[in-house]
Every structure is written in C-alpha cells, then in structure tokens.
C-alpha cells in the first residue's frame, strides 16, 4: 500500500519507492531507505503527510508519499 493510505497514528515499514533514481536518492539522504520503520503524525484530507523515520520528523507532499510503498 502507499503512505497516502496509512491512516495517522500508525506505523509501517517502508518497502520501496515507485519512481527514479532522483527522488529514490532524496529519500534516502531523508532516511527512508527499505525496512525503516516509519510512523505517520498526520495524513488527513489534504496538505503533507507529516511522519517520523528515526529521530527525525518530516512532511512530504502527497505527490512524493504517494509513491512510497510500505506495508
């Protein structure tokens, strides 16, 4: 399923990304690399998805979370 899907409070494990190498790298640097475990603050409606991978938190557009795989 994509990160869009993840309803907020959740936690996942990042699988894979569907799209290039330029926005696989990015979410790397991130931290967001395959079995991160990764927990979704907020992801309602529309606006970012806000989650934490680690002890860092972020928002990714929904463009970007949408092609990333967890499960």
Same mark, same amino acid.
């Given at each position: 399923? +994509?990160? =869009?899907?993840?309803? =907020?409070?959740?936690? $996942?494990?990042?699988? /894979? $990304?569907?799209?290039?190498? /330029?926005?696989?790298?990015?979410?790397?640097?991130?931290?967001?690399?395959?079995?991160?475990?990764?927990? $979704?603050?907020?992801?309602?409606?529309?606006?970012? $998805?806000?989650? +934490?991978?680690?002890? +860092?938190?972020?928002?990714?557009?929904?463009?970007? /979370?949408?092609?990333?795989?967890?499960?």
């Amino acid at each position: 399923m +994509s990160l =869009t899907d993840v309803k =907020t409070g959740k936690r $996942v494990r990042f699988v /894979a $990304v569907d799209g290039g190498h /330029a926005l696989q790298g990015r979410l790397a640097a991130l931290g967001l690399v395959p079995g991160a475990e990764i927990q $979704v603050f907020q992801n309602e409606g529309r606006g970012p $998805v806000i989650l +934490s991978v680690g002890c +860092s938190r972020m928002a990714l557009g929904r463009g970007m /979370a949408d092609k990333i795989l967890v499960i």
